[in-house]
């Protein structure tokens, strides 16, 4: 569907990943049982395995570690994977 996933706002020079999908707000950021945010994304280069990138105390700070590894994957070569 148009529009449930885009561009946001930019926090510490990194544009995040929205998602309406997410119960986050951002896309690779899911709610932790410890009542902390998860990031992940996909690997896409050796299979389908998905990349924990860390536990951060707030969403933002996650959506933002999200982005530098999008980014820094992307940089590499690495393509992000869609309905992530």
Not at 2 to 10: D, K, Q, R, Y
Not at 21 to 42: D, F, L, Q
């Amino acid at each position: 569907e148009e529009g449930e996933e885009g561009e946001g706002e930019w926090v510490e020079g990194w544009r995040l990943h929205v998602s309406s999908r997410s119960n986050t707000g951002y896309k690779g950021v899911y709610a932790h049982p410890s009542g902390r945010y998860e990031a992940s994304r996909n690997d896409t280069r050796g299979g389908r395995r998905k990349v924990y990138i860390g536990l951060f105390e707030t969403a933002v700070e996650a959506a933002v570690a999200y982005a530098k590894a999008v980014g820094k994957a992307e940089e590499e070569g690495e393509e992000e994977e869609e309905g992530e």
